[in-house]
């Protein structure tokens, strides 16, 4: 099975596993309340491990429902920021290839960020939203992987997902505690990182 298969593979399970018969939720959810898209909690056992890069834009929703069923299997605070951690440097690996940058491979998750801060989008606001969000969710998970005293349950990784939440719009799978909420902060964050658009196809990109 090449690449471009395996991905294919990858979204049809996760459809398949998401009972998605051609059509998604029109629901999409704005804050901590509200009435949304609710899923059992093992509705979805699927991974993101497949080449996020090849996938296309109409899948993007079935992206958001893969980094939660991935994360959502997760109990542990520290495992849930470092996977999701890596799960939203592989995102903006997509969007920054869309957007035609290349070598983004060999960038740093801040180098990412910047790369992506130079991207005239139409959303100039959302932008500066996801941008403050990336920022913070990375000083977190430096902060877990250099301080040896730093403590998740400080509030920092709770304020950071609620803030995500309350600003950005996304699907909201199941039922908000503690945890789930945190998990949410991931999907939502992907897709809207995915639906950021820019105002010209082609931009010039000076190397950082």
């Known amino acids: 099975m090449n ?4 991905t294919t593979s990858c979204i049809v399970h996760l459809a398949d596993s998401a009972n998605f018969k051609g059509g ?6 704005s804050g901590l309340t509200g009435s ?9 056992h699927v991974t993101v491990g497949c080449n996020l890069s090849r996938v296309k834009e109409k899948y993007d929703i079935l992206v ?30 997509v969007k ?7 070598n983004k491979k060999t960038f740093s998750f801040y ?10 989008f139409e959303q100039t606001n959302k932008k500066k939203i996801i941008l403050d969000a990336l920022r913070k969710l990375n000083k977190l998970r430096n902060n877990l992987a250099h301080d040896f005293y730093f403590d998740l349950n400080n509030g920092e990784f709770d304020n950071w997902a609620k803030k995500v939440l309350k600003n950005m719009d996304g699907e909201k799978y199941t039922r908000y505690t503690y945890r789930t909420k945190i998990v949410h902060a991931f999907s939502t964050l992907t897709i809207n990182i ?3 658009t820019t105002k010209e196809k ?7």
């Open 36 to 44: 949304c898209l609710e899923m059992p909690n093992d509705t979805i």
């Open 64 to 93: 958001e429902l893969a980094v939660w069923g991935h994360l959502d299997s997760k109990t542990d605070l520290e495992l849930i920021l470092l996977k999701g951690h890596l799960i939203i440097e592989q995102i903006l690996e």
């Open 202 to 208: 082609q931009y010039e990109y000076n190397n950082i």
């Open 3 to 6: 690449k471009a298969q395996h």
């Open 194 to 196: 995915l639906e950021l």
């Open 111 to 120: 180098s990412k960020i910047l790369a992506l801060e130079k991207i005239n």
């Open 96 to 102: 920054l290839n869309r957007c035609g940058i290349e």
């Open 24 to 29: 998604t939720s029109n629901k999409r959810c």
